[in-house]
């Protein structure tokens, strides 16, 4: 079995800065992607921002220049540092993997969910 934890979801003022953290325990044998989602009320999940094992980023266009996602594969972690955040920013931001599990199956993992609320 494999779980992933997030943090660091918040309530913040337009402008402002949040560090969302998560980090993947359990069964692993190794990842493939990490990412970050999110859901606003009302509207679909949608793919903020991605890394491969072999660090290559993905962002979504409302993001670039705002938000960094960083990744520590020893550790089966994954960051978004979001800086600059505007009231449409508001969402459930949700951890993402592809994980191996040790016994060689591949799942796909959901955190579950931090609420990121930026007032104007």
């Known amino acids: 079995q494999v779980q992933l934890g997030e943090s660091g979801g918040g309530l913040v003022q337009a402008g402002g800065s949040l560090r969302l953290s998560c980090a993947a325990s359990g069964s692993i044998y190794s990842i493939n992607a990490m990412g970050w989602y999110r859901q606003a009320p009302g509207k679909q999940r949608e793919l903020v921002a991605t890394?491969?094992?072999?660090?290559?980023?993905n962002y979504a266009d409302s993001v670039k220049g705002r938000f960094t996602i960083s990744r520590d594969s020893a550790k089966n972690t994954v960051d978004l540092q979001m800086n600059s955040l505007k009231p449409e920013d508001t969402a459930v931001y949700y951890c993402?993997?592809?994980?191996?599990?040790?016994?060689?199956?591949?799942?796909?993992?959901w955190g579950q969910g931090t609420l990121v609320t930026v007032s104007s």
């Open positions: 993402n993997a592809g994980v191996i599990t040790s016994t060689l199956w591949f799942l796909e993992v």
């Open positions: 890394t491969t094992r072999g660090g290559s980023t």
